[in-house]
DNA sequence: GAAAATCGGTTGTTTTTGCAACGGAAAAGA
DNA sequence: TCTTTTCCGTTGCAAAAACAACCGATTTTC
């Protein structure tokens, strides 16, 4: 466990609290780690989820698979990313999509209540801890709105637009890189591989953009 | 101020405060009421936010109108409902989106960061109305989660279906009313007005569903 | 109560998207 | 290195959705 305190030093949660500070609450919280291979799921459709999660180390998709076999992705959760932390307060607690290790993945889990209920030993790094859930969980909030502004685009295109400039943005340059391929980026975007991949390059022979793999550039 | 006591004692984030309790809050939240007309903005794109807000009368309608003025409509807010919560935390603060009384409304704006900072007055009720404050956080995320998965779907049918079933479970009856008229529903699942009526024809005649104006039954 | 505006269903046409299948290039695995 | 798998662009076709325009009914406004 002492091995992951540089990592969640640097995570939204416990930000400004000192590695020995962090230990402390480790305990406090219950804290257990799992480790995922490359493929395996970290949470299954279904699961209680009581327990708010942070990836350590790896990368993550949260996605669902409908009737048909169409999968949506709805995010990816890097390094330092907190997940799990809808589904905590609610009354069922009833996951409803799987989180899926997409590299070999160390997730740590918290029992969040802890912090929240009254703490018997009311101390100072506890309320700092408290306001850092609500940053993040209002940034994580953020991003589900700006998710939700790309699938409000009527087209491909537009959803490629808002998307690839959002992304662009959050890069600091036109030139970027995203964690997706084709087939990923598409079930991110719920439209066809296909259709996407012709709607690229049509914007490519348009002059609007470049890329090649998962690299971009906008024009 | 006062005559919104038993209003603000129903939403989420007062919730087991007493009136007095909730009373002696306001001031220290620095807490401001807005009075706005059917039809007016209370908050605009670009503004810039550092208030949580709660609608106490009326409702309001978060949208966004793109540069050929084609209009998404992100969510509709009850009176009770918090909105703005996802700006307050972040760097710029700036609103992305329109927030459009289409009710006569009464809103009630508070500086939130009163309850995060360490507390002078250390009061019981700070930590419950924190607390509170994360509930309420988390079900607007399972909110926006929702949202995604309607426009995950790849059709009209089955954005409706997914957006129909999910308001029937949330109103406990396969026979419910929505919020929406056809053309708020377009924008609202961001497809065509004419296109989604003649697929709920379609699935009228199929037996599906039965509807009459904005009341729905499931069948 | 008359005029104006909104609402919702309908139709026909155009455009876009989905779908299925193929193949070459690159990557992964043995 | 050779085989197998994955990735991604491409094509043709079918299906779906967008768009524009129209109309009767209802609601709103004055």
């Known amino acids: 466990m002492e091995k992951f305190l540089p990592i969640l030093q640097k995570t939204k949660l416990f930000a400004g609290l000192t590695e020995q500070e962090i230990f402390s609450m480790l305990g406090c919280l219950d804290a257990k780690t799992g480790v995922y291979q490359r493929g395996s799921a970290v949470l299954s459709r279904g699961d209680t989820v009581n327990r708010l999660a942070i990836l350590l180390e790896g990368a993550l998709h949260i996605q669902r698979d409908d009737y048909w076999g169409k999968r949506s992705l709805l995010s990816r959760i890097a390094p330092g990313e907190l997940f799990g932390e809808a589904y905590i307060a609610s009354e069922s607690g009833v996951f409803l999509n799987d989180v899926i290790a997409v590299e070999d993945s160390t997730v740590i889990f918290f029992d969040v209540s802890k912090i929240l209920t009254t703490c018997t030993s009311a101390c100072l790094f506890h309320t700092l801890v408290v306001r850092n859930l609500f940053f993040a969980l209002s940034e994580k909030n953020r991003r589900l709105v700006r ?11 537009e959803r490629l637009i808002s998307y690839l400039s959002d992304e662009a ?8 890189s995203i964690p997706f391929n084709r087939q990923q980026l598409a079930e991110f975007l719920s439209v066809d591989r296909s259709a996407l991949s012709k709607e690229l390059c049509k914007m490519r022979d348009e002059g609007l953009l470049e890329f090649e793999k998962n690299r971009f550039k906008l024009l």
């Open 147 to 157: 998710k939700l502004d790309y699938l409000s685009g009527h087209s491909i295109r």
């Open 169 to 176: 943005g959050r890069q600091g340059s036109g030139s970027f």
